[in-house]
């Protein structure tokens, strides 16, 4: 209760809106854009119509006013229409624009991910890209935050033109970001383990799931190779061959690049001493594999965290059988 009476932090503002706190801190000590009131006559505590009006100069902002003059037109703003005050404890809001963007029903930080993203605001994004990661894990942060963003700006650039283009990009990269310090900072693996062999099928450019899977994995403390876009078939069978991976992650998003026929290959190659040769598990990731049934040797997941449960129990039961 005390959230609704006194106002929230700067902190929790600024996850509200998509805006890292350093920037919210700024607009107040340049455009005079600060709580009516501070606890304390030092803290700010941010009311309902204090972020209405912070609100406002985001929505100006996204639009390409001048900053400054931003900071004018939302002083002007009537309180009459102030949203609902951010209750305590964090938990995850479905209100407010997300800076024109077609996103449905989502998380509030999703809707702040997009406002940062039309802004081109890369402290924003980094930063609360980090913040969710932290707060919800990687799978939720993944499937309900990042990929809705994603999709939205997606749609919004196939409906506008050659619009949205520098949005796109700039998300994507920090996304990436993200993704790729997750992976980097997940626990280390010290067993000599078989790795997880990850790639798109040549023809594929799209690497942020892949990123995803990575970043899950290593998680998971199990070791990964990624490879990346459009890995030739050559370079794909001479990476598993030369790492004997546990199992093979190949991303498809669409039916036009869906390699049937590789993917077969890899699932028939076996490696090892004569007697105990084995062969990777095939993991067909993305929506290009859908329409035809996995063969032998192949799994194909419907999203992350199936993907993760799935790896995660053939090393279990590989670990089992070594055990015994």
């Not at 009131?37 to 204090?50: I, K, L, N, Q």
């Not at 449905?104 to 940062?116: F, H, I, N, T, Y």
């Amino acid at each position: 209760m005390a959230e609704t009476t006194h106002g929230i932090t700067t902190g929790a503002v600024a996850r509200r809106l998509g805006v890292s706190p350093t920037t919210v801190r700024s607009w107040d000590q340049r455009y005079g854009i600060g709580p009516a009131v501070r606890a304390d006559g030092r803290h700010r505590r941010w009311s309902p119509a204090d972020v209405a009006m912070l609100e406002e100069m985001c929505r100006l902002t996204a639009s390409g006013v001048p900053p400054a003059e931003a900071a004018r037109a939302a002083k002007r703003r009537p309180d009459t229409v102030a949203p609902a005050p951010v209750p305590a404890g964090g938990a995850p809001q479905r209100a407010g624009p997300g800076g024109g963007l077609p996103l449905g029903d989502v998380r509030q930080e999703a809707r702040g991910l997009a406002r940062a993203a039309v802004r081109l605001d890369g402290p924003a994004m980094e930063e609360l890209l980090q913040e969710v990661l932290a707060q919800y894990g990687l799978v939720t942060a993944w499937e309900e935050v990042m990929v809705p963003t994603l999709h939205a700006v997606g749609r919004k650039w196939e409906s506008s033109g050659d619009r949205y283009v520098e949005v796109e990009h700039l998300l994507s990269w920090h996304v990436s970001t993200a993704l790729r310090r997750a992976a980097v900072t997940g626990p280390a693996s010290a067993s000599p383990a078989a790795p997880v062999v990850l790639a798109c099928v040549p023809a594929e450019q799209h690497t942020l799931p892949l990123e995803a899977l990575t970043a899950g994995l290593a998680e998971q403390g199990l070791p990964t190779r990624m490879f990346g876009a459009a890995v030739p078939a050559e370079a794909l069978d001479a990476a598993v061959r030369r790492s004997g991976p546990a199992a093979v992650a190949l991303w498809s998003q669409a039916r036009s690049t869906a390699d049937h026929a590789l993917a077969r290959h890899v699932a028939r190659t076996a490696f090892g001493v004569r007697g105990a040769r084995t062969a990777p598990l095939v993991v067909l990731a993305g929506p290009g594999w859908l329409g035809r049934r996995p063969a032998d040797g192949m799994i194909r997941p419907t999203g992350l965290r199936e993907a993760l449960d799935a790896i995660g129990r053939l090393y279990g039961e590989r670990a089992g059988h070594t055990g015994g």
